[in-house]
């Protein structure tokens, strides 16, 4: 389904990403691993055409997404749970919600979209008036990840909505994740917490600094590697921070 | 080469860009005076002083990252206060009768040279600066910016609205002219070098720490209020001579000359030339005073027979900004200083290892040691 | 007999100030949009003066209604050509591509339609027609003035928070980026911000030039720094912050004004800005900041209270 070439992302003369190539399957959960600065973000804003990369192409369903604009790509059917979750603060619970339907024309498919995940969320539910910028981390990341799934995408990108979460908050994240997965969805999770994303995904790429794509397999592979390529990726014990 | 001569060298090496730039100033005024125009003397003459002023924006906005829109305010000060002190006693009772008693008792008679009339406005305009600095510094960028508008809008009000003191909206005549181009050259020369001096010194340093990160530059003790402080304080100097300067040679000024007009100029010059390098101040001063008084001539003087309607160089001057930014939205030196010339590097080992050109004997000899057998083999980047 | 003066005063500064509240909500419109200052905008009440001077033959409505179409094209088409091409660029050069607009739009006027005698518009007669309530004289201008810019800002208010593009327009101005990753498409909200902005300083204009009648290439310079200063203090980031700043502003300038000795008349504009540093000063978050948080305490303090007492 989507399809990353020898990626190559510059910011001025530093590569954040050099020559990076992954795949994600319709249906599947992929894990992106790696730690701080490898270029996790860096590869998903350029997915989703925030930025323009140096060198190399994405594929998606066969087209060419590479030099496309953010709201094409959402179009297309890709959408991104950004880093730092960033709700708009200044817009109620409901209207961050709705927000992610405008660029869909049938109103009535978006309005029932709302109401199954006001039951998904009871919480966004019960604060669907307030702002935005008075809900706690938690509930702020569910907000954004349902802000994500109103605009019906068949891709789900995530970066990072587990950072600064309290773990029974990191917990009901990957919930809801394995949740979508089972419902079908095709996801695309980048996270510093490598253990549990193993687990929890069907591939996992783990990422070094630079960009490139150390270790790439299933949980069942990785689990078999030597005892140092584990600590390394932070298999052994906590996760290698 | 004798340790003298090395020394003398690393001293220019280190003073390159105020050593360069002055060149270009001193090789302009030489044009000047030998080509004996009057039109020619004075678009310099503008040259220069607008210089002065850019170069004052540079080393408190440039470093400080602050936007300062009211720095013309103390150039109007320095102007009419300079113009105060020199004037003839007969024409100041004349122009001024009705200046209160406190400060026409030692305002009508008295009669100073340009350089005590220059050094007066520059003092009393760090006086200006220094009164308002209290409040600017300690506000962030964009308080701050509106609080210089402020400044700017203040100073105007008051000069326009106090003619017992000031002449008012009319404009002031009668100021002796004293000011050539030499001694403007000089001046700005003086200037290159303290602001370049400043950019370099610790106080410098820790303004453009501020600039880049303030909330990093404070953890490290820079104290980021006074450092701003100080540095509004010195460019507003500066710009009191300036206008010293100007007063000296135009002779005649209006509250209207120290206003928008000017500071968008001001502004415009060393954004277009880079505003965080002496350079960037110098260059895009020069760039955009060609442009602009090249427009005026063809104004004046007409075009291929035509002659094009006032305000057709304004007009030509904003195009050319805008070009300007569009191509090189980092201004013409992208914030950096006169590169030491390459003829002059060295050409030791080491130095041309960096240059990247590493010569053949040294190559083999680090590919025939023992301990980095594939130091001499570019890496691939292949991940492992 | 004093109080009803001050109120008088007041009345004046009211309507004065809402004008200016008008203004400053373009101005933040814009700014939180697109980082954009733009000091351009003074020019678009200068196109609008111009534009009522010759077509104040037509009759009013006719007058008014070509006044706002030619604004809004001219704003639109400042955003198509001028701003657009530098949109993505730093702030700074972004403040300068609006003042070389600026300048470049006073110089055309300079060469064209502002040379030669000063052009102006007379008021029309009704305006200065007054009433009196409660012993207070109001003119039919002020009336006009309140009414217009009362419903303009409630008008906003309105498409702001009830219209899917007001809800776009706030998300692009909190974070242009997310916005655009939930698929708003960028041009069409800057745009239609350029639009409304238009509207803004259509109605302004209009409200100013039957107030004051004189035209010049530069009318515009001081309408901005008020409502530009004024929206600042109160707060650039949000709208009702810069409405609230620029009300202020305008309120303080016309009270200045009304208050000092008439020789002394001349210093509105320098005590106003001293009141601006001032404030700055006080309140570097803006207005609306400063009174959120005094609201703010003074409540947890009576919260306090209230506690002890049960």
């Not at chain 3, 809004?72 to 730093?90: T, W």
Request: aromatic content about 8%; glycine content about 10%; proline content about 4%.
């Amino acid at each position: 389904m989507l399809r990353i070439d020898d990626l190559t992302v510059a910011y001025g003369r530093v590569r954040a990403v050099n020559g990076l190539s992954m795949n994600v399957e319709e249906g599947e959960f992929v894990g992106l691993v790696g730690h701080n600065g490898a270029g996790k973000t860096s590869t998903l804003m350029t997915i989703v055409g925030t930025q323009r990369p140096a060198a190399g192409s994405i594929s998606y369903e066969g087209q060419d997404i590479t030099r496309r604009s953010p709201d094409d790509i959402l179009r297309m059917g890709i959408s991104l749970v950004p880093e730092g979750r960033r709700i708009f603060a200044r817009l109620t619970v409901g209207e961050n919600v709705q927000i992610g339907g405008h660029s869909r024309r049938d109103r009535a498919a978006v309005a029932k979209d709302l109401e199954r995940l006001r039951e998904r969320f009871p919480v966004l539910a019960e604060n669907w008036d307030r702002s935005g910028g008075e809900l706690s981390g938690g509930e702020q990341q569910q907000l954004a990840i349902a802000r994500a799934l109103v605009s019906a995408p068949k891709l789900l990108l995530l970066d990072e909505p587990t950072l600064g979460l309290a773990p029974m908050m990191v917990e009901r994240v990957f919930e809801i994740l394995e949740e979508l997965h089972a419902e079908g969805r095709t996801i695309l999770l980048v996270e510093q917490n490598a253990k549990r994303t193993i687990d929890a995904a069907d591939r996992t790429y783990v990422m070094r600094s630079g960009g490139q794509i150390q270790f790439h397999g299933t949980s069942r592979e990785l689990s078999e590697m030597s005892d140092f390529e584990a600590a390394y990726i932070g298999m052994a014990g906590d996760g290698a921070r | 080469m004798t340790s003298a001569l090395a020394r003398g060298r690393r001293y220019v090496r280190v003073a390159w860009t105020p050593i360069a730039l002055s060149v270009l100033i001193l090789l302009t005024w030489a044009i000047v005076e030998n080509a004996g125009s009057v039109t020619l003397e004075e678009d310099v003459m503008r040259l220069f002083l607008w210089m002065m002023l850019v170069l004052a924006w540079q080393l408190f906005s440039g470093n400080s990252g602050v936007m300062s829109f009211g720095h013309i305010a103390f150039m109007a000060a320095g102007a009419y206060f300079s113009a105060l002190l020199t004037m003839s006693p007969i024409l100041k009772e004349t122009t001024f009768p009705d200046m209160p008693r406190f400060l026409a008792s030692w305002i009508h008679p008295a009669e100073l040279s340009l350089v005590e009339a220059m050094l007066a406005a520059g003092a009393l305009a760090a006086v200006l600066a220094a009164i308002f600095g209290i409040a600017v510094a300690r506000l962030a960028g964009v308080a701050a910016a509106i609080a210089t508008l402020a400044i700017l809008v203040i100073m105007n009000t008051f000069i326009v609205q106090t003619p017992a003191v000031t002449g008012g909206s009319d404009v002031l005549v009668g100021v002796p002219r004293e000011t050539t181009p030499g001694f403007a050259a000089l001046a700005l020369v003086v200037v290159i070098f303290a602001v370049y001096a400043f950019k370099q010194s610790r106080h410098g340093l820790r303004l453009r720490a501020s600039r880049e990160n303030q909330e990093a530059a404070q953890s490290v003790a820079v104290n980021v209020r006074l450092e701003r402080y100080i540095a509004f304080v010195i460019a507003g100097l500066i710009c009191g001579v300036a206008g010293a300067l100007y007063a000296h040679y135009f002779t005649g000024f209006a509250p209207p000359d120290f206003y928008f007009e000017l500071t968008f100029i001001v502004v415009a010059m060393l954004v277009v030339g880079g505003m965080q390098s002496v350079a960037g101040a110098v260059l895009g001063t020069y760039f955009l005073t060609i442009v602009y008084l090249a427009a005026r001539r063809g104004e004046v003087d007409g075009v291929f027979g035509v002659e094009p309607p006032s305000g057709t160089a304004n007009l030509l001057v904003a195009v050319a900004l805008l070009l300007a930014l569009l191509l090189r939205p980092r201004g013409i030196t992208g914030g950096r200083e006169v590169p030491w010339p390459t003829a002059l590097r060295r050409r030791g080992p080491v130095a041309a290892a960096a240059a990247g050109t590493v010569p053949e004997e040294v190559k083999e000899a680090i590919a025939a040691s023992p301990s980095r057998p594939d130091a001499a083999t570019p890496t691939s980047g292949k991940p492992l | 007999m004093i109080a009803a003066i001050d109120l008088q005063v007041g009345v004046d500064a009211v309507s004065f100030g809402a004008l200016f509240a008008v203004m400053a909500l373009g101005l933040a419109l814009l700014f939180g949009v697109m980082g954009l200052m733009n000091f351009a905008y003074g020019e678009l009440i200068m196109v609008g003066g111009y534009t009522m001077y010759y077509t104040r033959d037509f009759g009013a409505l006719p007058m008014v209604v070509i006044t706002i179409a030619v604004v809004v094209l001219v704003a639109v088409l400042m955003e198509l050509f001028a701003f657009r091409p530098v949109r993505h660029a730093a702030p700074l050069t972004l403040l300068i591509t609006s003042f070389a607009v600026s300048f470049g739009l006073q110089q055309a006027a300079f060469m064209t339609v502002a040379r030669g005698r000063q052009k102006g518009v007379e008021p029309y007669p009704w305006l200065t027609d007054q009433h009196h309530i409660a012993g207070l004289r109001l003119s039919n201008l002020d009336v006009l003035t309140l009414l217009v810019a009362g419903g303009l800002l409630v008008g906003m208010t309105m498409l702001l928070k009830r219209t899917t593009i007001g809800i776009q327009l706030r998300a692009s101005t909190e974070d242009y980026q997310m916005a655009q990753l939930v698929g708003i498409r960028g041009n069409r909200v800057i745009s239609f911000a350029f639009a409304i902005t238009g509207l803004l300083a259509a109605a302004v204009c209009i409200l100013f030039v039957l107030r004051t009648g004189s035209l010049s290439a530069q009318m515009g310079v001081t309408p901005l720094l008020i409502a530009f200063v004024g929206g600042a203090i109160g707060g650039l980031g949000s709208l009702t912050g810069a409405a609230l700043g620029g009300f202020t502003l305008g309120v303080v300038v016309n009270t200045i004004q009304s208050s000092l000795p008439v020789d002394l008349s001349g210093y509105t504009l320098m005590f106003a800005f001293l009141f601006v540093i001032v404030v700055l000063v006080i309140a570097p978050n803006g207005l609306l900041d400063l009174t959120r948080r005094v609201w703010a305490a003074a409540t947890t303090r009576l919260g306090v209270l209230d506690r002890r007492a049960a």
